[in-house]
């Protein structure tokens, strides 16, 4: 039976926080400890809402305590690899939001820092700890569509407050950096480790990308679609539809969706004589991956083992990031 539990600070009252607050609450092997604002009364009216013991007023008498042992960090981008390198440095080990910093050079400074401190840091890709895409991932292995050819996956959404953080280039802001992030993950969990992008964008006035869209070159003529935008609509949409010499597949919602639903795999198998070909559905039940991720980095650190998403696969999807802007920026194709 599980008895020790990883004592979480969160630095930060980001909406996303509460999403992994409530994922740390349905742990079996963690507790919410305490929540830091730059705003002390903020800090304490959240903590008071949630049933959080503690509350800071600075990030750092936060990191300074003893109450805690690892950070959760949904702070803008631009300040990722900062209280990242923070939190490490006072003996915490963190889980930060995605994307891990504003760029590779600083997911190297965020390694080399875990490494001094021989704590755990992991980046905060939920979606890939739910149970459908282990499945997806089965159903690849297994030559369910045949020889891998072309990747699509997409996501967007209308980000109509003009104030957001994510309008920020100082901040890394941007659709690319923002739910970008996920198309490139993705079809690179698919694909492999591209060796050239390519890649077009619309800005905005003060210089984030609005839309873009990307290719990645991936070896033995697989091929990535991914496009992400802030100007899309209505409501959030996402998708992946792999396609091979033997068939397809379709996940509607494969990285944000509500832990209520299940996930539902559309498998167009032409090898499939029972079915001839025809499309089915797999159906994976109902998961919340917070939930999932965040019991999985406790487990890591309470019995010290690996986490499953490495510093390194993030400093991989962070260079495929930075080629991709390049690439948009200047209108060359760029070689990894």
């Known amino acids: 039976m599980q008895t020790k539990r990883l004592r979480w600070g969160v630095l930060g009252t980001a909406r996303i926080a509460d999403k992994v607050v409530h994922g740390i609450n349905l742990s079996a092997n963690g507790v919410l400890t305490a929540i830091a604002s730059r705003d002390p009364g903020m800090a304490r009216d959240w903590a008071a809402e949630r049933n959080v013991a503690h509350s800071f007023g600075s990030y750092d008498d936060l990191l300074a305590s003893d109450i805690i042992d690892a950070v959760y960090i949904p702070l803008p981008n631009g300040l990722h690899k900062e209280w990242t390198i923070k939190a ?49 991932q089965q159903l690849l292995t ?23 953080i994510r309008w920020s280039a100082g901040m890394a802001g ?28 619309v800005f905005s006035s003060g210089g984030v990308d609005i839309n873009t869209v990307g290719i990645l070159e991936f070896p033995n003529g697989v091929l990535a679609a991914i496009d992400c935008s802030f100007e899309t609509g209505p409501g959030a949409h996402q998708g ?18 509500d832990e209520n639903d299940p996930v539902h795999i559309v498998v167009n198998d032409a090898h499939d004589s029972e079915r001839q070909g025809a499309a089915y559905t797999i159906e994976v039940p109902a998961a919340d991956h917070y939930h999932l991720m965040v019991e999985h ?35 060359q194709r760029i070689t990894m």
């Open 88 to 136: 490490l440095q006072h003996g915490k080990h963190v889980l930060c939001e995605k994307p891990l910093a504003a760029n590779a050079g600083e997911v190297r400074e965020i390694i080399a820092a875990a490494d001094d401190a021989g704590l755990k840091a992991m980046e905060a890709f939920m979606y890939r700890f739910h149970p459908a895409v282990a499945r997806l």
């Open 142 to 164: 297994d030559g369910a569509i045949g020889d891998l050819k072309v990747i699509r996956a997409s996501f967007g959404f209308r980000l109509i407050r003009p104030a957001d």
């Open 174 to 201: 941007g659709a690319l950096m923002d739910v970008g992030s996920y198309c490139v993950n993705n079809a690179r969990m698919v694909g492999g480790e591209p060796r050239a992008v390519n890649a077009s964008s």
């Open 240 to 257: 992946l539809v792999i396609s091979g010499t033997d068939g397809r597949i379709y996940v509607a919602n494969p990285f944000s969706r």
């Open 297 to 331: 980095f406790a487990e890591a650190v309470l019995n010290d083992r690996p986490v499953a998403y490495t510093l390194q696969n993030s400093l991989c999807n962070m260079l495929v990031l930075d080629a991709l802007k390049e690439a948009a920026r200047t209108g």
